[in-house]
């Protein structure tokens, strides 16, 4: 396995600061799956693989930090979507090193952030970015994310000018995609029946 960073150098945040719209407007980090809520499934499955954990969240504050990790809410007005949890994630984190990963992913892979970060030290890069291979070219993954503290604000100017596409932001760092070969592991439930297909 190639060189990759420490765990005690990486944050990471659970993305559950949606509208949740597709959802039915519900807030989807509490819907339950398998029995409890998607983003505990999220944290637990994260936990082992990071130095610290937060949740990013806008509604229910008090049914997230029931989990028994710290909260952020984003800093800007009107869930402006992914990239302000991002920015949360950022603002909050005391590590050289932040991973995102949404909370209606319950089985992203187990070594998500160890070959991410391998990737981002070969690369020599500030992003690096999950990808699955779709019709034979790499598609991201963009919630699947592991940045450098540092590039907060460079975040925030983006969005201040209105920007909001995590891909045209990343693709203006140093960046680098990181292959997968099961596409499943990154399924995400945007609706209810979604949300069924997963097993609940």
Partial sequence: MPETLPRQHITGVVLAGGR???????DKGLQPWQGEPLALHALRRLQPQVGHLLINANRNREDYAAMG?????????????????????LT????????????????FPADLVERLAAAALQAGAEVAMAA????????????FCLLQAGLQGSLLAFLQAGG?????WTGEQRHVLVPFDDAS???????PEDLRATGR
């Fill in 185 to 191: 592991a990154f399924f995400n439930a945007n609706t």
């Fill in 164 to 168: 909001r596409k995590i891909d045209r």
């Fill in 69 to 89: 990790v710290p909260v952020c809410a984003d800093a800007l007005p009107d869930h402006p979507g992914p990239l302000a949890g991002f920015l949360a994630g």
């Fill in 20 to 26: 949740g719209s597709r959802m039915g407007g519900v």
């Fill in 92 to 107: 909050h984190c005391s590590t050289p090193w932040l991973v995102t990963v949404p909370c209606d992913s319950p089985r």
């Fill in 132 to 143: 699955t291979t779709e019709d034979g070219r790499l598609q991201p993954q963009p919630v």
